[in-house]
């Protein structure tokens, strides 16, 4: 993969990252070593759990992340300091980076991803890392639950055209990351090698003189993968009959139409009326494709209603995690000079977790995912896990050997991990969710799973919430 | 404005406008004439209004549409013709564009954009220029909310790092167009020409020793741009006497602290405490700044409870149009070959208009928004006009002149629009905001602006509606 944005890229920033730089440049203290941790604090969609995504794009973008001359000449302008100027004119990323895997299933309050390094590098990245790892991570789980209602059925993102911006493009992988088989995103199955698929509009009905016609010409260009869309004048009366009518001039030259689409109306009772037709025309073959403000809880219920649809193409509801629009993901500074450090807010569920930390997890004899536990980075044995934030609540892991989710995945600034394909990911997620358990997974009100901080880690966040300045 | 995108710009496009232009060219269609409207149906944010974005970069991206030689290459590898290939690598967008201006208030229903030329041409950028449209106009308008909210405040764009990746880069400038003074997102701002601005995370505070170092140091380096961020540790106890002790000290040497920054807490309360504790210390010039998941709704209520805060931060909720996601504008074809067109839904709302349209405004005697009209293009009187849809609803605007919102800004291809800077555009919404009546812009159950269409239009629609095919 390389990066979408291929110049300016030291400018993918928040300003604010830059004056604090300065600010380290210009008081000494730009060696001092930072750790840094993502993690978010809430599941998007009211659901149970997230599908990380996004590590890919963001390895990527931090080796190529530059202050080109264009960049450092409008930096100057700004009123940045010349010598600070001349430093991110050499600026390169060299940090070190511990992360769960692409595509691995995640919680609230877990560091899933610790970026080390000294103060100027692990700070500059906050926004480019926040921005490219809460959004991949919204869709890939969004996909995986529309995956989840789909069951075995087809999947086809269509949400470019009322995606947010460029971030459609971002969002296609994403789908697929998450379940979905093909996109209707060139772009984006160009860049990251995605399946695209497509057939026709209304527009392409409208434009010849009538519907069979249309349907004719289309089938003759396109023999083999002929999708008819059959809901622009009337579905039931001029649609799927005008689409039987050249299926079965179809079979005559030895070609079967694939499909028909419907993109409007009870999608329930038009598919189990299209299905009857089709079947009665000896076209028990042809697949039913349905589109039209899709979403988890639609597909849900048409599959409860039994509606014989082969494929479903989700949009809007997708490319924009409908529900939540955004994952709340943070990234806190947990170490600075060798020196633990949390923000002590407020909300106690805003404070962050102090320290050097690896994510463990805890399985059960079947496989199935029991509980997370969130260590300091040389931990190997755990006893209790103790609830991030609420005092009292505690579970014994002993005797279950965790296994370590966060792994180094680059070291100054270079990649340590091999591409990926999409589809390798997908399996991945796939897996994951394979094994956890059912009741983590539902719609409604799904059971919260247990992620616990270690003994040391509790003892070392208590001492700081009780020093009087942290 | 370039645009963002700089390299395979054809391909930002869905699969199935490359099918269909392949079914055009290879059955001797590509010349037909057809003319494509954009509209919407529905105010996002249960709204009463839309201000109308995108439309530069939607010309440049349209200027720049290319498929280049890895494009065509791609392509050809998918199974496409090699003499639509062909065609495709020497293709350039030709077409005519009509439009209103960007910035302008719009309403559902409504031809804001016009697109003529050859089947091939229009149809290719559908989701091109729906992506880019929708976006944009959400985020302005969610913006323009905002401001709404906001009164004369400061509004401050800290959207970024939760918006809808790359999306985050065209949100900053929509926001700005809708009423936002600054960003943090300096792409953006470098990209568009906008004004950044940023000071210190918690991180800054935490990589010192103490909270009332780190305040000094930033006031010694940024003596003209000091606002410091007050809730690391405690807000009343510690940021703010902290701050006020850096602020006499910056007083000392003929400096101004610039700001104090809430991130945390209840912001009412916290603000009214701070600005007693800045006034009671002399500072009463100091400026307090507020952030943490605002929106419209929540400044609307700190100002009734007359916080005394000076500027609003305000990020995901702004970035990704919290509350809607999505503008559901679309791209529908009223013309094809010189005959005008429909498509007949099983919902009358999702019907469009058929024709050549034009979109004329109506306003009262001090000039105030009355009501819109869509009619022909070639109608200059109007009379009677008939609500889009709903039977027997109509109004009379005998003896208003209609203002024609829709000119042409694209000719064959070239734009004709000279370049607008985002100030430009914003004082466009304020004027244009400024003259919609008070009834049409609130936030709960705003009332329903009357958009008609004229009798000539009227007419035709129900013809195609009647007749058999339409």
Redesign the interface.
């Known amino acids: 993969m390389v990066p979408?944005?291929?110049?300016?890229t030291g400018?993918?920033?928040?300003?604010?990252?830059?004056?604090?730089a300065?600010?380290?440049f210009?008081?000494g203290?730009k060696e001092?070593p930072?750790v840094?941790d993502y993690y978010f604090r809430k599941n998007p969609y009211d659901g149970g759990y997230v599908v990380f995504a996004g590590l890919e794009e963001l390895l990527v973008s931090l080796q190529d992340f530059r202050f080109d001359g264009t960049?450092c000449k409008?930096l100057s302008g700004?009123g940045f300091d010349s010598s600070f100027i001349s430093y991110l004119e050499a600026f390169r990323f060299r940090a070190d980076i511990f992360s769960v895997k692409e595509g691995e299933i995640v919680f609230p309050q877990e560091p899933s991803v610790r970026v080390e390094g000294n103060?100027i590098e692990t700070?500059l990245i906050?926004?480019l890392l926040?921005?490219?790892l809460?959004?991949?991570s919204?869709i890939a789980t969004k996909a995986a639950r529309i995956r989840q209602a789909a069951g075995d059925s087809q999947l086809m993102d269509?949400g470019?055209?009322?995606?947010?911006?460029?971030?459609?493009?971002?969002?296609s992988r994403a789908a697929v990351l998450g379940g979905f088989d093909q996109?209707?995103?060139?772009?984006s199955?160009?860049?990251f090698g995605l399946e695209?698929?497509?057939?026709?509009?209304?527009?392409?009905v409208?434009?010849f003189a009538?519907?069979l016609n249309a349907f004719r010409?289309?089938a003759?260009?396109?023999p083999d993968?002929c999708i008819l869309l059959v809901?622009?004048?009337?579905?039931l009366k001029?649609g799927i009959p005008n689409a039987i009518r050249v299926g079965l001039e179809m079979e005559k030259r030895d070609r079967k139409l694939l499909g028909i689409r419907l993109d409007?109306?009870d999608l329930a009772y038009l598919s189990k009326e299209a299905r009857k037709m089709l079947d009665r025309a000896g076209l028990g073959y042809v697949q039913i494709i349905a589109s039209n403000q899709l979403d988890e809880y639609v597909i849900k219920s048409l599959k409860e209603q039994s509606a014989p649809i082969d494929s479903f193409g989700v949009g809007?509801a997708l490319?924009?995690?409908?529900g939540s629009?955004?994952?709340?993901?943070v990234y806190?500074?947990g170490m600075?000079?060798g020196r633990p450090?949390?923000?002590?807010?407020?909300?106690v569920q805003?404070s962050n977790l102090p320290g050097r930390k690896a994510l463990f997890r805890f399985r059960d004899e079947r496989g199935k995912l029991m509980a997370d536990g969130i260590a300091l980075e040389d931990e190997k044995e755990f006893g209790i896990i103790y609830h991030p934030y609420e005092q009292g609540k505690k579970r014994n892991v002993t005797g279950y050997t965790g296994e370590k989710l966060t792994g180094k995945v680059m070291e100054q600034g270079k990649i340590l991990v091999g591409k990926q394909t999409p589809g390798m990911i997908a399996d991945r997620v796939s897996a994951g969710l394979n094994d956890l358990p059912e009741e983590h997974r539902r719609f409604m009100n799904p059971h919260i799973y247990t992620v616990g901080i270690s003994g040391r880690l509790h003892t070392l966040k208590e001492k700081l919430v009780n020093s009087g300045?942290?």
């Open positions: 979408i944005l291929n110049q300016h400018l993918y920033i928040d300003h604010y990252e830059l004056t604090m300065q600010g380290y210009l008081s203290m001092i930072a840094f960049a409008y700004l103060l700070q906050e926004t926040l921005n490219l809460n959004f991949n919204l269509f470019l055209r009322r995606a947010q911006g460029l971030g459609g493009i971002q969002a996109t209707s995103n060139v772009y199955a160009f860049h695209s698929s497509g057939t026709m509009a209304h527009s392409w409208q434009s009538d519907e010409t289309y003759g260009i396109f993968h809901d622009t004048y009337n579905t001029s409007s109306g809007t490319a924009t995690g409908k629009g955004a994952l709340d993901g806190k500074i600075v000079d450090t949390m923000k002590v807010s407020d909300n805003k300045n942290n």
